[in-house]
């Protein structure tokens, strides 16, 4: 392996892969590196663990403000964040709904009903954000909800989504709402690839420095006009690189100049991580990213045999959860009483699966309530 063309040579690392080799694909000398260990429980619910080193977390944050800098915002200024921070245990009587770190505050993406949306509309308009960043749909939710009420909220300099695929309308919306230009970044949990929305807002820059990403067809995007898989390499993680890595998303190329002058190669869209809001008969609404942070947070880790797993909406009242695993009532004891924390008294329902189902997306959250979908 001499030059970057030579990676060709190397088979494409899945996230399979990573998991069933984990050993394997850490470095000897990983301790060197000063690692945390990470995971993420990704779109289907299975969780994937990683290695992420010291100096690679201090990257991952200047590039971060590296784009908010394209943002117009400078370091200091009040950040309001709207991503899956779980602010407080469910259940407790006396419950809080954001909490403060340094320059910025962050709400709870999970119990976002009428009575806490407002507060948070107030809570905005005190502290004055000059950025507001977090999840498409759960901004998306509040800015339907200050359209509806016919709120008056304060205007930062600009709104920062990642995470998601933002959709067309809802940058229109979530813009609409906070009178403030959107800008959305692209990323993974793994940190082999990054990408950012510019002031001229015609896709997203690819960050070469951060990682080399590889654009190819397969079987699923060769029938497709200009959209590949993206296979990204690590530039900076040694205590775990990951070499020609799928992060399993998709990407619409453009090969035009932007206007912006950085010279950046642009994506014109990323195609993948879409899923649906489910909302809970206590009138909670909850983001598909933020279900996926709860999922990893408060149910993974108490399941035993479970593979993969999707929420479906069925009814207004009614979850059907689809478990690819072993049946085991305490799996399913573990699972209603996390739902119902969050959703409300819903009614449970519990199909089992051999395996995910081929020839189709699977999705985390899906809601059958047509209100619902994004």
């Known amino acids: 392996i001499q030059t970057k063309e030579d990676l060709k040579l190397l088979p494409v690392l899945t996230k399979d892969d990573v998991r069933k080799h984990f050993n394997e694909l850490t470095a000897k000398n990983f301790r060197k590196f000063r690692p945390t260990l990470n995971h993420t429980s990704?779109?289907?619910?299975?969780?994937?663990?990683?290695?992420?080193?010291?100096?690679?977390?201090?990257?991952?944050?200047?590039?971060?403000?590296?784009?908010?800098?394209w943002c117009g915002i400078k370091h200091g200024e009040p950040?309001?964040?709207f991503r899956g921070t779980l602010i407080d245990e469910f259940g407790k009587k006396r419950q809080c709904y954001y909490k403060v770190e340094g320059n910025q505050i962050h709400f709870s993406t999970f119990?976002?009903?009428?009575?806490?949306?407002?507060?948070y509309v107030k809570k905005l308009n005190e502290i004055k954000p000059a950025l507001i960043r977090g999840y498409p749909a759960s901004l998306e939710i509040l800015a339907r909800f200050i359209k509806e009420k016919n709120l008056n909220?304060?205007?930062?300099?600009?709104?920062?989504?990642?995470?998601?695929?933002?959709?067309?309308?809802?940058?229109?919306?979530?813009?609409?709402?906070?009178?403030?230009?959107?800008?959305?970044?692209?990323?993974?949990?793994?940190?082999?690839?990054?990408?950012?929305d510019c002031e001229y807002h015609k896709g997203l820059h690819l960050n070469l420095d951060f990682g080399y990403t590889e654009f190819i067809k397969t079987k699923e995007t060769e029938k497709m006009k200009d959209v590949y898989n993206i296979i990204s390499t690590s530039l900076w993680n040694f205590s775990m690189p990951l070499i020609r890595y799928n992060t399993e998303d998709l990407a619409l190329l453009d090969n035009s100049k932007c206007l912006c002058g950085r010279g950046l190669p642009l994506i014109k869209k990323i195609i993948g991580r879409?899923?649906?809001?489910?909302?809970?008969?206590?009138?909670?609404?909850?983001?598909?990213?933020s279900f996926v942070h709860f999922w990893k947070y408060k149910v993974a880790d108490k399941l035993l045999g479970i593979l993969y797993a999707q929420i479906v909406q069925e009814e207004k009242d009614l979850i059907r959860v689809k478990l690819v695993g072993s049946k085991?009532?305490?799996?399913?004891?573990?699972?209603?009483?996390?739902?119902?924390?969050?959703?409300?008294?819903?009614?449970?329902d519990f199909d089992y699966l051999h395996k995910i189902p081929t020839g189709q997306k699977w999705r985390f959250t899906v809601s059958k309530i047509k209100e619902n979908v994004l």
């Open 274 to 289: 879409q899923a649906d809001i489910i909302v809970g008969i206590n009138g909670v609404w909850v983001s598909p990213s």
């Open 153 to 196: 909220v304060h205007s930062p300099k600009a709104i920062h989504t990642s995470s998601e695929v933002v959709l067309p309308e809802q940058r229109k919306i979530i813009e609409n709402a906070f009178g403030a230009p959107l800008f959305d970044w692209y990323g993974h949990g793994e940190s082999t690839i990054c990408a950012g």
């Open 42 to 69: 990704g779109s289907t619910g299975e969780p994937l663990s990683y290695y992420i080193d010291r100096d690679l977390s201090t990257l991952i944050q200047a590039t971060v403000w590296r784009h908010w800098s």
């Open 111 to 119: 119990e976002m009903d009428e009575k806490i949306m407002t507060e």
């Open 79 to 81: 950040i309001a964040v």
């Open 328 to 348: 085991r009532k305490e799996n399913e004891k573990v699972i209603r009483k996390q739902l119902n924390m969050l959703l409300g008294n819903m009614k449970i």
